[in-house]
Nanobody, 120 residues
């Protein structure tokens, strides 16, 4: 089994910062790309940022310059540093990972989501 567990969400004022973490655990041989998605009420889930195992990153236009994705391969953890938060960033944030399990089966996994609310 593989699990992704997110943490770090919460309520923050506009202009504030939060740091999300997502730790993978279980029968893992290798973690390929990892990413963060978000889903606001009434909207589709959308990509926020992704990072390859080698550290190459990709960002949605709406977070460029404000959010930074990073990962610690030894800890099997991906982070999302969110600065200059806006009310439009309010959403449930989901971690995603492309994982090769020890049984050599490859799968795409999701965390349970963590709520981020930006409000004064």
């Amino acid at each position: 089994q593989v699990q992704l567990v997110e943490s770090g969400g919460g309520l923050v004022q506009p202009g504030g910062s939060l740091r999300l973490s997502c730790a993978a655990s279980g029968s893992i041989s290798r973690i390929n790309a990892m990413g963060w998605y978000r889903q606001a009420p009434g909207k589709q889930r959308e990509l926020v940022a992704s990072i390859t195992s080698g550290g190459s990153t990709n960002y949605a236009d709406f977070v460029k310059g404000r959010f930074t994705i990073s990962r610690d391969n030894a800890k099997k953890t991906v982070y999302l540093q969110m600065n200059s938060l806006e009310s439009e960033d309010t959403a449930v944030y989901y971690c995603n990972a492309d994982i090769l399990r020890r049984n050599l089966l490859r799968g795409n996994y999701w965390g349970q989501g963590t709520q981020v609310a930006v409000s004064s």
